[in-house]
């Protein structure tokens, strides 16, 4: 039993992934923190143990993929260290299992939100485990990686913007299609150079309409007009890293 037990120890010290292909998510994550551990107190050779616990962090989120029982593993483990990993406003799942790893090791959280970010970026480019190391070296470091990911995902969004802008302006274009013209509304002042605008009318008893005021409007504030035929967008939330 006991060279059973030196053989695991041995096997997740490993920093190669083929070694430690049988190893359970309970042992990868303590071989983790070891190398995080190692890392904060090591000198000269403190990113040799981060690009290790790096590494172990992404083998871990390549074994959830097609194991059931490493995912329930994982998901006590963040229980039983209080680390919230289901809220959906959570945009990077590597920040879960780099709390895990490095919360207690490393004293910037910044600097665990920068190593969630550097393995999501690998993740995302198809980096597997075992070249991890060589990869984030080729892309210039852990905080280089960190850098990209977030310029990816900032042009991400505004991939998705530009398309809801088109989609706005391609419904503003139908309905110009059935408008029909009026003429100015007396006692309603025209915004000077807005090409967008509301006006309030009250519905009296008698059934008229009366104009009561008018409002510049802009791409944003108009979508709520066309809010039945605009893709749903998602509530802002409050971040969570």
């Not at 998510?25 to 890392?39: N, T, W």
């Not at 995912?71 to 590597?94: C, G, H, M, P, V």
Request: net charge positive; hydrophobic share 40%.
């Amino acid at each position: 039993m006991q060279d059973s037990d030196a053989n695991l120890t041995t096997e997740a010290g490993s920093t190669d992934p083929a070694v430690r292909r049988n190893i359970s998510v309970r042992e990868l994550v303590g071989s983790a923190q070891d190398a995080a551990s190692q890392a904060a107190d090591a000198q000269g050779k403190s990113k040799i143990h981060l690009y290790d616990a790096l590494q172990i962090m992404l083998e871990i989120s390549e074994l959830l993929e097609n194991d059931p029982g490493a995912r329930e593993s994982l998901t006590e483990a963040y229980k039983e260290r209080e680390i919230r990993a289901d809220d959906r406003r959570i945009k990077n799942r590597f920040v879960p299992l780099a709390k895990l790893i490095f919360a207690g090791h490393e004293k910037k959280p910044a600097n665990i939100s920068r190593n969630a970010a550097a393995v999501k970026y690998a993740a995302e480019n198809g980096i597997r485990s075992e070249n991890l190391m060589a990869w984030i070296e080729e892309q210039g470091g852990v905080a280089r990686c960190s850098s990209l990911e977030a310029a990816a995902r900032r042009k991400a969004g505004v991939k998705r913007e530009s398309k809801a802008v088109k989609i706005l302006h391609e419904l503003l274009a139908k309905r110009r299609q059935k408008a029909t013209a009026i003429q100015p509304v007396a006692g309603i002042k025209l915004h000077r150079g807005a090409k967008l605008f509301s006006i309030l009318f009250e519905l009296d008893e008698a059934g008229n309409y009366a104009p009561l005021g008018s409002n510049a409007e802009n791409e944003q504030t108009i979508r709520r007009y066309l809010a039945d035929e605009l893709p749903k967008r998602k509530k802002a939330s409050r971040k969570v890293s």
